[in-house]
């Protein structure tokens, strides 16, 4: 990632700022992958970054430049990661910095595993309107293959098993263990971080309904408030998973 270099294109064209608002809107999908991906043994993804709005004012103008973090990291409201991309005109980021930014400046996100590729709607735009040859060329310049830029997925087998846009099959697959975690473990379900956080806000904010069905069987409290006082039903509303504000 460090040396993938930035295609740019133009913010204003409609189908970038088309890119940016579904890249918004299907940010949660990134999380949960990558909430999980934390937990593996065996890492399953290649790539993992996601794409930031950066702005500073220069001369009385608004200068705005979108670049990749990674090392991603996601509170339900803030995203932290660390900054892969040399800015072009800005000056008050650098590559290698640490990154705090508001959920609402994401412009794209992006994930990868076997050879396949998540996300990266702002890549598709602009590999629509490249010819076959330059397609090939920025798939080089990535290492991936992007396939078909009319046909872009959110979660693995999305076609084959659309139950996977609901719940993760790492949630449902780890019921047992985490049965047992909570059983042996039964402080971490009330224990917070420093911010407030419990369990039960992770796994709100990572949309996963069994995990928030097992903690709830075993005791959680869904009133609970983080130090800026947001419960689990709050930050699922925020993120819209649906599936979860029954349960909370």
């Not at 990558?34 to 970054?49: K, N, Q």
């Not at 990291?73 to 705090?100: A, H, K, M, R, S």
């Amino acid at each position: 990632m460090e040396n993938t270099p930035i295609f740019f294109a133009d913010g204003e064209n409609p189908k970038m700022i088309e890119a940016f608002k579904k890249a918004q809107a299907t940010f949660k999908y990134f999380w949960r992958e990558l909430s999980w991906e934390y937990r593996r043994i065996i890492p399953g993804l290649d790539v993992a970054c996601v794409k930031l709005a950066f702005t500073q004012e220069i001369n009385g103008e608004t200068l705005v430049e979108h670049m990749w973090i990674n090392d991603v990291n996601f509170d339900g409201e803030t995203i932290y990661g660390v900054l892969v991309n040399q800015p072009n005109e800005l000056t008050n980021v650098n590559n290698g910095d640490e990154i705090q930014i508001p959920i609402n400046q994401i412009s794209d996100w992006l994930f990868a595993a076997g050879g396949k590729t998540y996300g990266g709607y702002t890549i598709h735009a602009m590999r629509s309107e490249m010819s076959d040859n330059e397609r090939e060329d920025h798939d080089e310049a990535w290492g991936l293959d992007f396939g078909d830029f009319n046909d872009i997925f959110v979660v693995s087998d999305q076609k084959e098993k659309p139950e996977n846009l609901i719940e993760h099959p790492m949630s449902k697959n780890m019921k047992d263990s985490l049965i047992d975690f909570v059983k042996n473990n039964p402080e971490e379900i009330t224990a917070k971080d420093e911010l407030g956080y419990t369990f039960l806000h992770r796994e709100a904010i990572a949309g996963n309904l069994t995990s928030i069905q097992v903690l709830l069987e075993s005791g959680a409290d869904k009133n609970e408030k983080t130090a800026s006082g947001k419960t689990a039903l709050d930050f699922a509303k925020q993120l819209n998973w649906e599936h979860l504000i029954p349960l909370l």
